[in-house]
């Protein structure tokens, strides 16, 4: 099962000494209760004390192949006794490789990659290689959007994160999304790309670097979009000369039961950004992959983008070998197969519960939405807040043994790939007595 990073040491010591030492994310410092997990196995995390809790999250939906992967484990092995670092204007055979390798997977003709060290570093190139495609600097993001912490990253983000962060980058502008907030279905993808096409004659397309969007929207409610929306923004940007970046940084990598969300409307983008699902976050690495028209401008005008630890190649070692999992054991399949299940499930449960007022899902990419009443349609939480039901919720998979996002009014299950529809069965088990503390709340 692995051995423990600190030896003896009891959760209750773990947590005392991190929180007198060290700063969490997202967090009131003197509120942080974290779990203190000493080692993870497949679909499950482990405490100190040997207490088992079902990962039903992937961590932050980016542990995709799992936990404790030998293959990925000895691959960094393997690398790192044989070269730790090098600075990225040296390069390296699993460099080499890994490009070639992703070249193989990625939409479309996409077949160059610039690697980072996350998602948000790879958002934050993103935004260079577009303004310096263009000569162009406006960016277009939408509000339920989430692509990063960072500077740039953190504006184009639209959810409350960004406001403690503000004034952000200079030239993002908002375009209508999919999915409003307190309505149950996505606006129809007319009306969308209509308000889209809106705001980019407002702004003046010839200004108008790059349009970003997720792809499916991940941590502000796994907003699918309508089919023809991809489609149509695609249009649009070839119409206007706009960058398409599509951040697949949660979508990608077999989430959806396809290699990328992108591959379900085969759409193209000029540029996307992913990370967590390369590596399966066993080790830090981001990248922002890029067709050739793109990749051409590089050729005879300077890049200015770098990172010192750009292109590590022990993190490139993790990618490659977990690239190689995905077709070995077909967890891209099993996500598509999987998504089947889940989907019975999420119908299960709102027929059974009244507070589920929602489900979606694409592959092993799901979400349950809570209501306080079905018609209307009212959430269970205020926008951007929770409420004593959401909390207790929380408290319950907390002391029954499962992990999972609660945000807003919503449950997330995204799983790992490698799960089992036994697993998956556990999982759904917990959520189905935790919805009766929803149901209580219903009108």
Known sequence: ????????????????????HT???WSVQGQVDPIAIDHAEGVYLYTPEGRQILDFNSQLMSVNIGHGDRRVIDAINAQATKLQFVQPAFTTEIR??????????LPGDMEKTFFTLGGAEAIENAIK???????????????RAYHGATHGAMTLTGDYRRWANEPGLVGVVRYPDTHRWGEKEPRPAEEALNGLEDVIRYEGPHTIAAIFLETIVGTNGILIP?????????????????????????????????WFAVDHWDVVPDLMTMAKGLTSSYLPLGGVAMRPHIAE???????YGGLTYSSHPVSLAAALATIDVYDEDDLIGNAARMGAVMARHHEALAAKHPSVGATRHLGLFGILDLVRSQDPWTPMTPFNGTSDEMK??????????????????????????CITEAQLAEGFEIIDRALDIADQAVA
């Open 392 to 417: 207790a919720i929380g408290k319950f998979f907390r002391d029954n043994g499962l992990y999972t996002m609660i945000a807003n009014n919503s449950i997330h299950t995204n799983p790992p790939l």
């Open 129 to 143: 290689l577009a303004r310096h495609h263009t000569g162009r600097y406006k960016l277009l993001a939408r509000y």
């Open 1 to 20: 099962m692995g051995i423990s990073t600190a030896p003896g040491m009891t959760s209750e010591e773990i947590v005392a000494l991190s929180r007198a």
């Open 297 to 303: 401008t590089l050729e005879t005008k300077m890049f």
């Open 96 to 105: 080499a490789r890994l490009g070639k390798r992703l070249a193989e997977v």
């Open 226 to 258: 309508p089919d023809g929306y991809l489609q149509g923004v695609r249009e649009l940007c070839d119409k206007y000369g706009i960058v398409m970046v599509c951040d697949e940084v949660m979508a990608g990598f077999g989430r959806t039961g396809r």
């Open 23 to 25: 700063v969490f994310s």
